[in-house]
Every structure is written in C-alpha cells, then in structure tokens.
C-alpha cells in the first residue's frame, strides 16, 4: 500500500496515548530510527495535564505538571516524533500480524506494533465542588500530592484497598486524616483495614457519603457529609480530600481477547508485550504494583527497545519464510 504524502497510515510503530509513557515512547522510537505516529485526544502530557505540582520526578525538585508535559513533547518532538489529535475507537490485529487502530476522525492507521499507553480515568465522585476544586484540595494521587498536605487536616474517601492504603500513606504528611466510607463494611483487604485502623491519625467515619466539597480561594475548607442511614446532613472541615472510589483503565479500545485483570487492567511479560503479539503496553493501564510518572516512562522505554527486538525479529521470519509472511 503507498501512501500519499499529506495522508500517511503506514508505520513501524503506533503509540496511542500522549501522557509520559506515549511521549517517551515516541522519544525513543524516534532515537531508535523507528518511523511512529503518537495518537493524543487532547493536549500531550495526559495526566501531567491535571497535575499541578510535581515533586517526586528525579532532575526536578518543583515543577508544574504542564512545565513538564511540554518539556516532554518538545523532547519527543525534537527526536521526530510525529503527534496527531485525535481519539482512537478500535486497536485490533489482523490476520498478518499488522495491525489496524481506528480513530474518531474515520482514519485508519497500520503497524505491526501499538504501544497502548492510554492511562486511566480516576472514577470521580460527580458531587458539587469536585471539578472546581481539582488541584486545590481535591486530589486522586496520594503520592503525587500528599506532600502539599504537612500537618493539616484531610480527608480520604472510599473503602477499597487503595483507600486504606493511601489514607495510612497520608498520615506521613496530614495531622489527621478522615476516612469516610460509604457504608460499615470495608472491602479493602483484612490486613490493610487492620493497619489503617490502628493508625492513631486516621479516623474512620462510616455510612456517610460526602454530598459536596465546599472552599474559597485558598483552596478546599469543608465537606458536606450525609448519612447513608439517618440521612442527616454534617460539616467536616477539612484542607483536602483524597477520592479512591477505583479507575477504569482505557483498555477497552482493544478490540479482541487480551489477558487483563478483573479490573481490566492489562497483564503483559516483562518486555511490556500483551498477550496479542506486537501489542504492547505502558503505563498507567497495565497491572503493576504502583502508578507514578517514573514507571510509566521506565515501562515505555522497555517497551520501545522490545519493539525494536519485535520488529528485526518479523523481518527475518518474513525473510524466511517461502510465502514471504509471518
Ligand atoms: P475498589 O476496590 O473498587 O474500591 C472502591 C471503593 O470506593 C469501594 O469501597 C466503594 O464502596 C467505594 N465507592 C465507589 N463509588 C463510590 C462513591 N460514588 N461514593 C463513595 N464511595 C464509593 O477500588 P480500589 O480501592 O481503587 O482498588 C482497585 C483494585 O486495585 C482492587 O482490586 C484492589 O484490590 C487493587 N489495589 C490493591 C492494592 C494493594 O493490594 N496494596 C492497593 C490499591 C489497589 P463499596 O465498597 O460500598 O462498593
């Protein structure tokens, strides 16, 4: 297939994503002489983008999340990197092993090899105050922000393992931290709600869900709680609010079976390989132990040097083989 020069769809490689995994991918691809398309739905730099401060990515004792997601690009860019806007609908495999990703501006781009690096979605709460007070207050990376929280008072909402784990996380910073749940049963596991209700900083407040997130200029004050039982209103003052209520990865653009946990994030071998040959994934969506900026540019860069392997590797099977496929 020859492509006309304004509408290229053939290359060795497909990137979908442009949060740090997608851009780092695309800085190695482009070091490595690997011909790649990055396909981004908004400004690159994902979840940099919704990230005000960043204190924990080694070289930069500060720096703003979008500082960052523009060094970035510009570091991609400047090793060729070549970004398109737009959203992908479908990844899927074809008999020959190419692979075809289609997006919502009706393209449809080819490659033996995709890196899927479309990061997760935090499941927002949805109560008024949350969006307004995102970044200022409202925050969904313990790790990440807790660090802006040192000796104040914070809340933590959710009940699952991420809940109990990060509230315990954000007593190395906060003075107290609420940890509101839903309901009175927790789902996190025994020994996490066993740690988190031992920690003398945390407080657990049960059956109550937090109807609105209330603040001022500086930032958050106040959450407005109800109780799920009696249904009475409260205030809880408070200077942040941690949400774990869970996070859908964006795996479902992959349009065949693939090996996922029942979260549905994606399981791959230590080269960063999927359970479907030349789909590879990094970042924010594959089953790992913990989800920072560090590791998601670790997992792209392992991706990448194995994509290189795959590729040379393709070459001399279809080399050797009599119909001159693989
Ligand atoms: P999760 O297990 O799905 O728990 C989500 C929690 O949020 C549940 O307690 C749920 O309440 C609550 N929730 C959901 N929607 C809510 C809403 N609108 N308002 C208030 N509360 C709401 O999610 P997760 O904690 O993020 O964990 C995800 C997966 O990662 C799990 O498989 C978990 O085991 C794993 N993980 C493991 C570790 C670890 O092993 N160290 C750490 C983090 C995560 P209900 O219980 O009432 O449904």
Same mark, same amino acid.
């Given at each position: 297939?020859?492509?006309?020069?304004? =509408?290229? +769809?053939?290359?060795?490689?497909?990137?979908?994503?442009?949060?740090?995994?997608?851009?780092?991918?695309?800085?190695?691809?482009?070091?490595?002489?690997?011909?790649a398309l990055v396909i981004e739905r908004g400004l690159p730099g994902?979840?940099?983008?919704?990230?005000?401060?960043? =204190?924990?990515?080694?070289?930069?004792?500060?720096?703003?999340? #979008?500082?960052?997601?523009?060094?970035?690009?510009?570091?991609?860019?400047?090793?060729?990197?070549?970004?398109?806007?737009?959203?992908?609908?479908?990844i899927e495999r074809k008999e020959d092993g190419e692979f075809e990703v289609r997006t919502q501006l009706n393209k449809v781009y080819h490659a033996p090899t995709v890196i899927i690096t479309a990061g997760g979605t935090p499941i927002k709460l949805g109560v008024p105050g949350e969006a307004e007070y995102a970044g200022r207050g409202v925050s969904y990376c313990a790790v990440c922000d807790g660090a802006f929280f040192k000796g104040d008072t914070i809340a933590v909402i959710g009940g699952g393992d991420a809940a109990l784990e990060e509230a315990g996380y954000l007593t190395r910073y906060?003075?107290?931290?609420?940890? +509101?749940?839903? #309901?009175?049963?927790?789902?996190?596991?025994?020994?996490?709600?066993?740690?988190?209700f031992n920690n003398p900083k945390i407080e657990v407040i049960r059956s109550k869900v937090v109807e609105a997130i209330e603040g001022g200029p500086s930032g958050t004050t106040n959450l407005k709680l109800k109780d799920t039982k009696t249904g009475e209103m409260s205030d809880l003052p408070v200077t942040g609010v941690f949400i774990f209520i869970g996070f859908t990865?964006?795996?479902?653009?992959?349009? =065949?079976?693939?090996?996922?946990?029942?979260?549905?994030y994606i399981v791959t071998d230590w080269n960063m390989m999927t359970s479907i040959p030349g789909l590879f994934a990094a970042g924010d969506l594959r089953v790992q132990l913990t989800r920072q900026i560090t590791t998601a540019v670790g997992d792209a860069t392992t991706a990448v040097i194995a994509v290189e392997k795959y590729l040379a590797e393709r070459k001399e099977s279809k080399a050797a083989s009599p119909l001159g496929t693989a």
């Open positions: 297939m020859t492509d006309k020069k304004d =509408e290229k +769809i053939n290359y060795d490689i497909i990137i979908v994503g442009g949060g740090p995994a997608g851009l780092c991918a695309a800085m190695y691809s482009g070091r490595g002489m690997l011909d994902g979840e940099l983008l919704n990230t005000e401060l960043i =204190e924990d990515y080694p070289g930069f004792e500060s720096i703003l999340g #979008r500082d960052l997601a523009e060094k970035m690009a510009d570091h991609a860019k400047k090793f060729g990197a070549n970004i398109v806007t737009d959203t992908v609908d479908a906060a003075e107290k931290v609420y940890l +509101i749940h839903r #309901r009175d049963e927790f789902r996190g596991s025994a020994l996490l709600q066993q740690r988190a990865p964006n795996s479902g653009l992959i349009k =065949e079976h693939f090996e996922h946990d029942e979260g549905g």
